[in-house]
């Protein structure tokens, strides 16, 4: 399969139209953005494929949150990292190619966006700013669809954001609603008949220019 974008290309830059946060000032580093979804389109499914599942992830999230968007501190290099989904999305039907740049996000909705359906009828799960935002008493809910990047401000390096696409042998996985892409991804196992995967970086700590 061809998976690509007309918004950013493959390994460069995203741009903060596409992000939850952007950069903000001296005294507020992070200031909210525009976080529309990306123009996603592929091509060249294998024969067989009866739906798409796509996911947006970022491997580079740091494994420790003590120095996160801390003034004064840098998120070392060297940290481990862990992953952060932005976007779930299953079910999408074998006849859709193409994805809007804004057509299933634009603009940010606190306590997270309700579900609704993608292109073709297409289930939205469950992105990690859920959990992420859970205890905060302004922002916390189930945070629906797609919502971009936010790396912490201090952070040694730009974070890559990997936006995979599969192909699959079922026209539809069975998942609760609220699915996660953990249990997506446990769903979809062994009917997986081919994967593509484009990724961009972003970076919010002004000495990654």
């Not at 507020?28 to 996603?40: T, V």
């Not at 580079?60 to 949150?65: E, F, K, T």
């Not at 008493?137 to 390096?157: K, L, R």
Request: charged fraction near 20%; charge should be negative.
């Amino acid at each position: 399969m061809k998976l690509s974008s007309r918004s950013f290309p493959h390994r460069g830059p995203i741009p903060p139209e596409l992000a939850f946060g952007r950069r903000g000032d001296a005294t507020n580093p992070i200031a909210l953005s525009d976080n529309r979804n990306p123009h996603l389109a592929w091509e060249d499914a294998p024969a067989g494929t009866a739906s798409f599942v796509l996911w947006c992830v970022d491997p580079d999230v740091p494994s420790r949150g003590d120095d996160v968007n801390q003034a004064g501190r840098i998120i070392p290099a060297e940290l481990p990292r862990v992953e952060f989904s932005h976007w779930i999305m299953v079910d999408i039907p074998v006849g859709v190619h193409e994805i809007a740049e804004g057509a299933l996000s634009h603009g940010i909705t606190a306590r997270g966006k309700p579900a609704q359906p993608g292109p073709g009828g297409a289930r939205q799960g469950v992105n990690d700013y859920t959990g992420w935002f859970a205890n905060d008493a302004e922002m916390a809910g189930s945070y629906h669809g797609y919502d971009g990047p936010c790396p912490p401000f201090n952070d040694a390096i730009a974070h890559r954001y990997f936006f995979r696409l599969f192909a699959l042998d079922v026209a539809k996985l069975e998942l609760p609603e609220g699915f996660t892409a953990a249990q997506a991804l446990a769903a979809m196992q062994g009917h997986v008949l081919d994967e593509v995967a484009i990724y961009g970086s972003y970076g919010l700590n002004p000495a990654l220019d």
